[in-house]
């Protein structure tokens, strides 16, 4: 069962939807700032992308990337409410939300095709019991690395296929009513995002 996301957690899907309507009723306009703003930063490339998977689960995903040549550094937003299946204990519910960055570097061509990279976040876990209004709430530092491929799409968009391995500190036991959670603390995380080049 879902759990709806408190109205301050769908701050970042407002954002995309402002930027995609603004492409869509203005792209001239649109893609004149975006150069403006960017004019004198030659060889810099900037793009802003999202993880469908999130909103599915009632969440969000909003990531923005930067940098020039190989390299981009991508720092976003996410938040998300698995179901029970994929929590793995029906005694809990859990969803959580959290900030991150990664540095990942591009192996064969200029932000396209393959890439390795690493990352570090804040999480923050929501453990409830599905049978009374006990919840706990946990920080989590999350580390790991990245490995994917960038597919280019027409008119600057573009799909991203990765997965992410990492282990998360401070994912502690939590008890209620009795029963106890175990968070896995090691994850493998595979995601599809799709993004638009500003530049």
Do not use: C
């Amino acid at each position: 069962m879902f759990r709806s996301v408190p109205a301050h957690r769908s701050l970042p899907f407002a954002v995309v939807a402002a930027l995609a309507a603004l492409f869509v009723t203005d792209p001239a306009g649109a893609t004149e700032s975006v150069d403006q703003a960017m004019a004198g930063a030659d060889g810099l490339r900037a793009d802003v992308e999202i993880d469908p998977t999130a909103y599915v689960f009632a969440g969000y995903s909003l990531h923005a990337g930067i940098g020039g040549g190989r390299w981009r550094v991508d720092l976003g937003a996410f938040a998300m409410d698995p179901p029970e299946a994929l929590v793995g204990n029906d005694d809990f519910d859990v969803s959580f939300n959290g900030y991150g960055a990664k540095l990942q570097y591009f192996l064969f061509e200029d932000q396209l095709g393959g890439f390795v990279g690493v990352d570090a976040g804040v999480a923050y876990a929501t453990v409830s019991a599905t049978d009374s209004d006990l919840a706990q709430r946990d920080t989590q530092l999350m580390t790991g690395v990245n490995f994917g491929w960038r597919f280019g799409l027409p008119a600057s968009f573009y799909a991203t296929t990765w997965l992410g391995l990492g282990y998360a500190f401070g994912a502690d036991d939590v008890t209620l009513g009795g029963k106890r959670f175990e968070p896995q603390r090691f994850t493998v995380f595979p995601a599809i995002h799709l993004g638009y080049q500003l530049r």
